[in-house]
């Protein structure tokens, strides 16, 4: 959708989309982390291990989108702290959710833990390998 709107609005700019960097813990690098207490920080860890799952069946051949969801979704509320605000497997260009995936799939989230709103996905294109929290 942004590559779209960058050339219908013909801006003069190179669009550039680049891995989430991560810290050590796979934590999505974030000025929103100096909200979190230690153990707010740990449990925060929570939506890489719900990209990562829903990214490995995505890699064994699931293709339903509802089904990663349900990995994502089901990763999230294993953790006490969080509230799942939103969980998207959408389509990378549209950003419309997807029911069945076929060209790529961009995986979302974003999770409540203490005061900090967190945000995270991982980009799946279409015949690429995945790369998830590394």
């Known amino acids: 959708m942004l590559r779209r709107m960058v050339q219908d609005l013909n801006f003069p700019v190179e669009l550039v989309i680049c891995p989430t960097i991560r810290e ?4 999505a690098m974030s000025s929103r982390n ?3 207490n230690p153990t707010e920080r740990q449990a925060a860890t929570v939506l890489c291990r719900a990209l990562s799952a829903a990214g490995e069946k995505y890699r064994l051949g699931e293709r339903n989108a509802e089904v990663l969801r349900g990995v994502m979704r089901t990763v999230v509320r294993s953790e006490p702290l969080a509230y799942e605000q939103y969980i998207s497997a959408a389509d990378p260009e549209t950003l419309c959710e997807l029911q069945e995936i076929e060209n790529g799939v961009l995986l979302s989230l974003a999770v409540r833990i203490g005061k900090a709103r967190l945000i995270d996905n991982i980009l799946i294109p279409a015949g690429q390998k995945l790369e998830v929290g590394s």
Do not use: I, Q, S, V
């Open 34 to 36: 100096a909200y979190l």
């Open 24 to 27: 050590t813990d796979g934590l």
